[in-house]
């Protein structure tokens, strides 16, 4: 019988909220050896997830969009919109300033073949795991996908 999420997600996850501060979470991803952490409201509910992704604008800065002038006006090259938001990120104080939203999530029911498929078609590393409500009950890594593999 396949396995389904519910099977090998982590279950409890650590969460954090959108006000806690930037450095507590880039903490508590070091100390636990994780690479994200699901934020989530009050009630519990998925707002997004600040990864090691969103947490190298921190560190690296962000380079200004390609550009060239014509007949005084400026023409980008890049989507300036992407720069600011990078920008926004390199300069967050708090995880939601810096968190992206609307990640991609999964139920417990689905298969890990098809969470497996889907982190592939969306190129993530995790999956929040959300009951009926929106409420988060765990969180399916790659390293979880393996491991089940192993055990297989």
């Not at 952490?37 to 090691?52: H, T, Y």
Request: hydrophobic fraction near 40%; charge should be negative; charged fraction near 20%.
């Amino acid at each position: 019988m396949p396995k389904t999420v519910a099977d090998v997600m982590s279950h409890n996850p650590v969460v954090v909220k959108p006000e806690t501060p930037l450095q507590e979470a880039i903490k508590i991803l070091a100390e636990r050896r994780i690479s994200g952490l699901p934020v989530v409201d009050n009630d519990g509910k998925l707002l997004g997830i600040i990864s090691e992704t969103d947490l190298m604008w921190q560190e690296t800065g962000v380079t200004p969009p390609a550009y060239i002038m014509f007949l005084d006006s400026v023409i980008y090259l890049q989507n300036p919109a992407v720069y600011e938001r990078d920008l926004h990120k390199a300069l967050g104080q708090t995880v939601g300033e810096v968190m992206s939203k609307n990640p991609v999530t999964v139920s417990p029911e689905k298969s890990v073949k098809q969470a497996a498929q889907l982190m592939h078609d969306r190129n993530v590393h995790r999956l929040p795991v959300l009951d009926d409500e929106g409420q988060v009950i765990g969180i399916l890594t790659r390293g979880d996908i393996i491991r089940a593999m192993a055990t297989s």
